[in-house]
């Protein structure tokens, strides 16, 4: 599998608890594309929301943000990491 880092935009003023509240979401169906969101970050004052996953395919992490409401504008494989 891939790793994976989206891109959110637009999300100017998110609360720690609606980023938590949003990765939760996104960990509750996850499994059904083969999904593992490891993590996510913001910077509120921005508007941008970066979540790390690894998954079969970019597509899969699109469809899971997509059926819980926060579609990424970007999404960029990262292949290597050290």
Do not use: N
């Amino acid at each position: 599998m891939t790793r994976y880092m989206d891109v959110h935009h637009g999300m100017q003023g998110i609360t720690a608890d609606e980023l938590r509240q949003a990765h939760q979401a996104d960990l509750a169906i996850e499994a059904e594309e083969g999904v593992h969101f490891e993590r996510a970050w913001a910077d509120p004052d921005a508007g941008i929301v970066y979540c790390l996953s690894e998954a079969p395919s970019a597509d899969a992490v699109a469809r899971i943000h997509e059926r819980t409401g926060h579609k990424p504008d970007e999404i960029h494989a990262v292949p290597l990491s050290v």
